[in-house]
């Protein structure tokens, strides 16, 4: 086997087998306090599993992941009462996780291996009366370690990192600030047509520059929010869709790239994602061309990542994703339609499942006032760890 | 405060026995010769396990870099912090503060020594990354 090799995509099964998102669950999602990550991925499972108009006795997989308080493990099983599951894990690729269960589970049904399988992420970080930055950690207490050093150094936070790479990034092609914020405001004006938005006040450049400084080069509006909620999909085969409720979303295609950064001399960090080897791959398993794609949902940590992401999949050249951003692009009134929710910037943060949650909705044709008029091929990116973990999908409303 | 503190573990205590004597220690294989970053376990090159320790030369140059802005305190003062990665002459980058830099002097390639930093009298020494110039 060459390395130009790729798998046999759903293309190469029969039609029947091929798998389908038939369900998208999402519970409240933001400042909603209370429930347990275990109890959101619970009734993220329950809306899907409605939403397909599928009863929770015809899952027969499940797959579960959660965020920071990792509160969601094997015992959902129990929770959500599911007898003789074929399939049942835990995953953790960080951000690219919820890519990653897809795969996994749409691998799993075109061999039979399972049928319908439940794929839920969910976290509660938040709690009432603490920042955000306290939910992610950033506090002062010892720690032991290579990790613990580099804490007590002051690194205590993916907001360093990423602005590190942001600042290699701006000194090896001249990205500006300026060309950072035409995507927090781009973003923002998509997250006022979303009613599940979390921010949708519209914001200017000049807001952009006069919130306050995080970690240089990143101002607060380049960082991601912090929501508790869950978020599931179902997937399941084309044959088994197609009695249900919803309009089916086919997996077209899909990949994975895990760079594993050498963190020395030659090491290309914050220059280049895994988007770069993921997108062109899962876009051969689909059959597809990068200009065939008709919306974008990119995992948007900050700013930065839709931008090297962009670059990465080969919407501009390497190095112009600045440029690019600040062209006019980007927004309801673009050209290229990224983000259309707001994405994890202005609606909500569920790692993963934002941009895939956002995915189906506008592959369903269902995003009301923000619906993309063209959704045939929707490109889904997922970015874990400090640009360690890729996962890209391309869902289509066709075979 | 310019470090906060931190506990030892076993897989940190030889190197950390370094830096109490002012050495920056790296991992050396005794079957190929290359040096790896210090939090390896096997050689980077070559993929051996038999490793000791060498110390580094102390230089290194910048890398990237964020200046990280901290919450207002009482006063209604931001404490910043210059964070960045440096590469080491031998090969590896150590990610680290950059103390008391001259902002206006930030740029790819600045060249920067090794020095360390305890949180108090009875702490490990922390590495960290001083300006060449100020060295």
């Known amino acids: ?51 397909a108009g599928l009863a929770l006795a015809d899952i027969d997989g499940l797959l579960v ?5 990792h509160g969601v493990h094997l015992d959902l099983q129990l929770d959500l009462g599911l007898h003789d599951l074929a399939m049942l894990s835990e995953m953790q690729a960080y951000g690219s996780t919820a ?52 804490a007590a150094a002051g690194i205590t936070s993916a907001n360093h990192r990423y602005a590190m790479a942001a600042r290699r990034h701006m000194e090896r092609f001249g990205t500006t600030s300026d060309q950072l914020g035409a995507i927090a405001v781009a973003q923002r004006d998509w997250a006022g047509l979303n009613p599940l938005a979390q921010l949708r006040t519209p914001i200017t450049i000049e807001d952009y520059h006069a919130s306050r400084w995080i970690a240089e ?30 309009p089916p979303v086919y997996v077209r295609g899909w990949a994975q790239a895990h760079p594993g950064n050498s963190g020395r001399r030659f090491d290309d960090f914050g220059l280049v994602s895994g988007a770069a080897t993921a997108g062109p791959a899962a876009l051969r398993m689909a059959d597809a061309e990068l200009a065939d794609i008709d919306v974008v949902e990119v ?58 949650s956002e995915a189906v ?18 490109l889904v990116s997922g970015n874990g760890g400090c640009l360690d973990h890729h996962a890209t999908l391309v869902l289509a409303t066709s075979p | ?26 991992r050396h294989c005794t079957a190929c010769d290359a040096l790896s970053t210090p939090q390896a376990a096997q050689c980077e090159r070559c993929c051996s396990t038999a490793l000791d320790w060498r110390p580094a030369a102390g230089d290194a140059i910048l890398v990237s870099w964020t200046v990280a802005h901290g919450r207002p305190d009482a006063s209604g003062a931001v404490q910043h912090t210059v964070l960045g990665i440096a590469e080491l002459a031998e090969g590896p980058w150590w990610w680290s503060q950059i103390v008391d830099p001259d902002p206006a002097l930030l740029r790819v390639g600045l060249p920067l020594r090794i020095s360390f930093r305890r949180s108090g009298n009875q702490q490990e020494a922390v590495p960290v990354f001083i300006p060449a110039k100020n060295a």
Request: with cysteine; proline share 5%.
């Open chain 1, 65 to 69: 992941s959660s965020g920071v308080s």
């Open chain 1, 217 to 246: 080069p990143f101002h607060l509006l380049d960082c991601c929010l912090v929501s508790n909620g869950g978020i599931a999909v179902i997937v399941t085969t084309a044959d088994r869709a197609a009695g249900l409720r919803q």
């Open chain 2, 1 to 26: 405060m310019t470090v906060g503190p931190v506990s030892r573990d076993a897989a940190t205590a030889e190197f950390l026995d370094g830096t109490a004597a002012g050495h920056f220690l790296l």
């Open chain 1, 1 to 51: 086997m060459t390395a130009a090799a790729v798998a046999p995509g759903p293309r190469g099964v029969p039609a029947g087998r091929r798998p389908v998102i038939c369900g998208l669950g999402m519970t409240d999602l933001g400042k909603v306090y209370g429930p347990s990550a275990a109890q959101f991925a619970a009734d993220a499972v329950r809306l899907a599993a409605a939403d």
């Open chain 1, 361 to 378: 909705i506008q592959a369903r044709g269902q995003a009301g006032e923000r619906q993309v008029r063209d959704h045939e091929l929707v």
């Open chain 1, 99 to 150: 890519g990653a269960m897809v795969q996994v589970a749409s691998m799993a049904v075109q061999s039979g291996m399972a049928g319908t399988v439940a794929c839920v992420w969910a976290d509660a970080p938040l709690q009432q009366g603490t920042s955000s930055a306290a939910a992610y950690g950033a506090g002062a207490r010892i720690q032991s370690g290579w990790r613990g050093l580099t």
């Open chain 1, 299 to 356: 995992y948007d940590c900050y700013t930065y990542t839709v931008l090297v992401t962009l670059e990465d999949y080969g919407f501009c050249a390497k190095g112009e994703g600045g440029p690019f951003a600040a062209s006019g692009v980007l927004g309801p009134d673009g050209k290229l339609k990224v983000n259309t929710g707001g994405g994890q910037l202005s609606a909500y943060y569920m790692w993963g499942m934002t941009p895939l």
